[in-house]
């Protein structure tokens, strides 16, 4: 691993033995009884199927088997090499000759659902025909394995579920990364990021490590912006995946799975590439793709002509990554100014607009009204006089964020919260 690798927390903590997995007992122990039986000569299926969401451990398990087992593992990316002379070359080659140094090997075929999306229609029989030769393991891995076209292959494989992982787990196995880093946490922190994970560890520990950055302590406040999460992990995954990739087609590549449009992904590269890149030459052609990717954008607006789209694409994912000349360093990205106000602004509107309409139904105004004349008003009581703030508060029956809105002061409004319980 090089040492650019090892910065990346999931990398660094990565389990060696199964016991250190968290999750998935029961899928771990099936095909951990299924590989025993493979050495063996026993086993039914030739081939195993690890099926389910991401970042659960699929991938890993498969990696920890090789270390336990002492097993070479030959692993392809089915996304990367689709068609049948990829998968003969690397897979097949390896599966029929056993290896100089140890005489067991495992065969892993990552991601296949990738292998539909290629226009080359032979790689799929090549994996069929893969664990016919093989005289390996022959392990797949899969998010959704259930294209009909899969029928064939799914029979001849013993199918093993992964499940997302609970976030009591999560949270022990981030608890452990702190200890190990000497970061001082608030577990209340920690929860925040194991609940938004939804089961997937992978995206857990990485934004554990984005929200601690350096520092030495991780506090409630330092990971409540992933409340953006939905939108934000995405867009800070691609950034990873563009400066990090070492040849275009990586580079390419990451935009296709996010769901970022091309003028977020400007903004995001445009705020982010001098905290990534720190020589002059680096920020000089990045910046210089990205300007052209902006002029060509600029031409799609005004020509509708959207055949333009992918040089813009090509300048914004492998222009920028190309333009690296030291080795990838893990920083933390930054959230584009221009999308956070215009977040910011329309939540802050919604909330002032939730406002005006319970004041209009109880003191019979309109809307219009309460906003200009009530709502300043109420400002100056709300910083001023919490009892009476309390009060109105209960009449008009405001929830936690128009109390927040209000006093804009976190500690007034807890105190307006409490004398409403009473
Ligand atoms: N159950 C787990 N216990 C401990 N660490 C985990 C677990 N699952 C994932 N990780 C961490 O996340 C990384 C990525 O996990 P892995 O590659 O196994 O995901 P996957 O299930 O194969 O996901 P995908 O479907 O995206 O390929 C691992 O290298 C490890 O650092
Ligand atoms: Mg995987």
């Given amino acids: 691993m090089s040492s650019a690798e090892k910065l990346l927390w999931t990398n660094k903590y990565k389990p060696k033995s199964f016991d250190e997995i968290i999750g998935n007992k029961e899928a771990i122990s099936q095909f951990r009884s299924w590989i025993e039986e493979f050495f063996n000569g026993t086993a039914k299926y030739k081939a195993a199927l690890l099926w389910g969401p991401p970042g659960v451990g699929k991938t890993l398990t498969v990696e920890v088997a090789s270390i336990v087992y002492k097993a070479e593992l030959v692993q392809m990316n089915a ?3 689709r068609s049948y002379g990829d998968i003969e070359r690397i897979a097949m080659a390896a599966s029929k000759h056993f290896g100089f ?3 067991r090997k495992i065969i892993l075929v990552d991601e296949i659902d990738g292998i ?6 032979g790689g799929l029989s090549a994996l069929i025909k893969l664990i016919e030769v093989s005289k390996f393991p022959v392990v797949f891995t899969a998010n959704d394995p259930w294209d009909p076209q899969f029928r064939q292959l799914r029979d001849m494989c013993l199918m093993i579920q992964f499940y997302g992982v609970r976030s009591t787990s999560i949270v022990g196995f981030l608890e452990k990364i702190c200890r190990a880093e000497g970061i001082s946490y608030d577990k209340e922190a920690l929860k925040f990021i194991a609940d938004r994970s939804e089961g997937d560890v992978r995206s857990a520990i990485n934004d554990l490590q984005t929200c601690v950055a350096g520092k030495k302590t991780l506090k409630l406040d330092d990971v409540k912006w992933l409340g953006y999460r939905d939108r934000v992990t995405p867009a800070f995954d691609v950034l990873r995946g563009i400066f990090s990739s070492i040849s275009c087609n990586a580079a390419r590549r990451y935009t296709i799975t996010s769901d970022l449009s091309y003028d977020e992904l400007l903004q995001w590269l445009n705020e982010n590439i001098p905290i ?3 020589n002059v030459y680096e920020l000089i052609d990045a910046y210089n793709a990205l300007s052209k990717a902006d002029v060509y954008l600029g031409r799609i607006k005004r020509s509708q002509d959207w ?8 300048l914004m994912t492998a222009g920028v990554s190309m333009a690296k000349r030291e080795k990838y360093k893990f920083v933390k990205y930054s959230f584009p100014e221009r999308i956070r106000l215009l977040q910011k602004s329309m939540s802050v509107r919604e909330v002032m607009n939730e406002i005006a309409l319970l004041i209009a139904k109880n003191c019979h105004v309109s809307s219009r009204t309460a906003l ?5 008003i109420l400002k ?4 001023h006089n919490v009892n009476m703030a309390a009060g109105i508060a209960s009449w008009l029956g405001f929830d936690d964020r128009m109390i927040d809105f209000l006093t804009n002061n976190p500690s007034i409004s807890e105190e307006i919260k409490r004398l409403m319980k009473r």
């Fill in 101 to 103: 140094g140890s005489s």
């Fill in 372 to 376: 200009s004349e009530y709502l300043p």
């Fill in 116 to 121: 539909l999306t290629s226009e080359d229609r």
């Fill in 276 to 278: 990534q890149y720190g």
């Fill in 380 to 383: 100056v009581i709300f910083t």
């Fill in 307 to 314: 055949s333009l789209l992918s040089y813009a694409m090509d």
């Fill in 79 to 81: 996304s990367d090499n």
